[in-house]
């Protein structure tokens, strides 16, 4: 048996399709496929409108995942560079953690990306510990 797999949709679309089905709202599944195949959205429903209708078939009968923003992707990749270091390991690569960690932020700064919790920490160079 295959797996299913969820697609990825923008937050902009998982809040229009969150939104036409939120309570208060009339809006089944089959009400929403047809209007997307005969009609296109406007408004706050616009971004249904990049949406194959294959795709929104699928979020909607098999749910979906929320594209992730540039922004969250490097937070992520960011937190998970000391993942897996136990307390001696750590101080055993504690250079290569640390430059790992200090060339993202000058990435980002020569970038000109802010991230919270990325651009304004310190203290990484005189941290004795994690």
């Given at each position: 048996m295959s797996e299913i797999n969820k697609p990825v949709?923008?937050?902009e679309q998982a809040e229009a399709i969150?939104?036409?089905?939120?309570d208060g709202n009339d809006w089944t599944e089959d009400d929403i496929l047809e209007h997307?195949?005969?009609n296109r959205w406007f408004n706050e429903y616009e971004p249904l409108n990049s949406l194959y209708t294959i795709v929104l078939a699928s979020a909607l009968i098999n749910g979906y995942e929320v594209e992730k923003t540039p922004e969250e992707t490097v937070r992520e990749y960011y937190e998970k560079l000391c993942d897996g270091y136990?307390?001696?390991?750590f101080h055993e690569d504690k250079g290569k953690y640390l430059l790992m960690?200090?060339?993202?932020r000058r990435t980002l700064d020569a970038l000109g990306v802010q991230i919270a919790g990325i651009n304004d920490e310190e203290g990484d160079e005189n941290a004795n510990d994690r």
């Open positions: 949709i923008t937050k969150q939104f036409l089905m939120s997307h195949v005969a136990d307390r001696a390991q960690k200090r060339s993202v």
